[in-house]
């Protein structure tokens, strides 16, 4: 087994704030995933990798910032943190591109003031 | 987005009985996830599918790609199984999953 690590699981920004959102996975899984959760709503991707240094967008991308650093890793940026915006960030992998069976970590829950 | 029509919204059942989830593919989809998520916000992967049936103990997911769609069905509810329910449809030439906007379930004694 594995396990996906979300950090921080809360994170309270200011308008205009660059804000880094971090996930580590020990699967060994090619493919990592940024989603965002509404309340009361579906997932939506906002990037994902297939490898180390990849990034491809997804329908939510404008307003983020992705990075894959190594196979493990892969961070996502709010770029400019909108004011009363909330919502919960989940990080996802799956061991290669085909959208096999897909992991999450505990998420990110985002407020800003 | 529109890809992915899930029904109910919202559930409820008493301990015991059983019911059906269901989400309808609006496009060709490649292969199903369901997925539950409970109060915490954890998202546990239940199932997937390409094709066809599978069965994990109460619960049991079928997939139709002809018909485009996928069902749920879970028997005997306990109080653990509420949560929200998601379904992800992979939609080929896009290599991303499609979420559905989930079905509440709540299981009364």
């Known amino acids: 087994g594995g396990i996906i690590t979300q950090t921080p699981k809360f994170l309270i920004g200011q308008e205009g704030q660059k804000l880094t959102l971090k996930c580590q996975q020990n699967?060994?899984?090619?493919?990592m995933y940024w989603y965002r959760q509404d309340s009361g709503k579906g997932l939506r991707l906002i990037y994902y990798s297939i490898t180390e240094n990849d990034l491809q967008k997804g329908d939510l991308s404008e307003g983020y910032d992705a990075s894959r650093e190594k196979k493990s890793s892969f961070s996502l940026t709010v770029t400019s943190a909108q004011k009363n915006e909330m919502a919960v960030f989940l990080c996802a992998s799956s061991r290669d591109r085909s959208n096999e069976r897909l992991f999450f970590g505990h998420g990110t829950k985002l407020s800003v003031l | 987005g529109d890809q992915v029509e899930q029904s109910p919204s919202a559930l409820s059942l008493h301990e015991g009985t059983s019911s059906a989830l269901r989400c309808n593919f609006t496009t060709t989809t490649r292969s199903v996830q369901w997925f539950r998520q409970n109060s915490r916000g954890s998202l546990i992967n239940l199932f997937y599918?390409?094709?066809g049936t599978k069965e994990n103990g109460r619960l049991k997911s079928a997939f139709d790609s002809k018909e485009l769609y996928s069902t749920l069905h879970i028997r005997d509810a306990q109080l653990e199984d509420s949560g929200t329910y998601f379904c992800a449809a992979e939609v080929p030439n896009y290599n991303v999953l499609y979420f559905g906007s989930g079905t509440k379930l709540t299981v009364e004694p």
């Open positions: 599918l390409a094709s």
């Open positions: 699967f060994n899984h090619d493919t």
